[in-house]
């Protein structure tokens, strides 16, 4: 799956599936790519391959089927086959939509994960805490986005990719006002025009092998 890529496999193994709660960021150059990064029109379709730490690797594909209105919101729908993703762009901020989650001693409240900006400078960087509630008690944590690289060339399965946004992912817990690093999550890279292409991390990576945009 496409954000399971993308963010999940650090920051979901950290930080479990929780929701957006507050973004906190550092002000960074305005560019504006008319919300080039995800150019997730119906009928398109991005083929990825996943390789874990074992070297074994495998292959899925996301359709765009469509779009939706979440709580005012219009996103686009992704779908592996068995689970649609919702992503949406607004002035060069880039949304996936959780669902709400409720387990045996675990709760996850419905939101939005902001994980790019694509107006942003290099070097620049922001926060979004994540806050569950596992077996009663609240626990927050801390998503630290750092935009490591802009207009960058980068090569992936041996497909050269133009403008690309370099994006780490690194995370926290946050006790009181005390953030203690948990460490990095991944780095994500992001081309225009053609959306997501690769999410490298301690424990896999992912790398997109085709597209076709309608």
């Given at each position: 799956m496409l954000y399971r890529s993308?963010?999940?496999?650090?920051?979901?193994?950290?930080?479990?599936?929780?929701?957006?709660?507050?973004?906190?960021?550092?002000?960074?150059?305005?560019?504006?790519?008319?919300?080039?990064?995800?150019?997730?029109?119906?009928?398109?379709?991005?083929?990825?391959?996943?390789?874990?730490?074992?070297?074994?690797?495998?292959?899925?594909?996301?359709?765009?089927?469509?779009?939706?209105?979440?709580?005012?919101?219009?996103?686009?729908?992704?779908?592996d086959g068995s689970a649609d993703q919702f992503v949406r762009c607004d002035n060069g901020s880039y949304f996936l939509y959780e669902q709400a989650l409720s387990l045996p001693d675990y709760q996850l409240e419905e939101g939005d994960r902001l994980f790019l900006h694509d107006n942003y400078s290099e070097g620049s960087s922001w926060n979004d805490t994540v806050s569950v509630t596992i077996a009663g008690v609240e626990q927050t944590g801390l998503l630290?986005?750092?935009?490591?690289?802009?207009?960058?060339?980068?090569?992936?399965?041996?497909?050269?990719?133009?403008?690309?946004?370099?994006?780490?992912?690194?995370?926290?817990?946050?006790?009181?006002?005390?953030?203690y690093p948990a460490g990095t999550i991944a780095t994500y890279y992001y081309a225009l025009g053609v959306g997501y292409i690769e999410t490298a991390s301690p424990t896999d990576t992912i790398r997109l092998q085709h597209y076709a945009i309608r």
């Open positions: 993308l963010f999940f496999v650090g920051a979901l193994s950290i930080f479990s599936m929780y929701a957006c709660r507050k973004e906190r960021s550092l002000e960074g150059t305005i560019i504006d790519y008319h919300c080039g990064y995800a150019p997730y029109s119906a009928g398109s379709s991005f083929t990825y391959q996943y390789t874990n730490s074992s070297g074994d690797t495998s292959h899925y594909e996301l359709l765009v089927t469509g779009d939706t209105t979440i709580n005012g919101h219009l996103y686009s729908v992704l779908s630290q986005y750092h935009m490591l690289k802009k207009e960058a060339v980068h090569t992936v399965l041996g497909n050269d990719y133009k403008d690309v946004i370099v994006v780490r992912q690194d995370a926290a817990v946050l006790i009181g006002e005390t953030a």
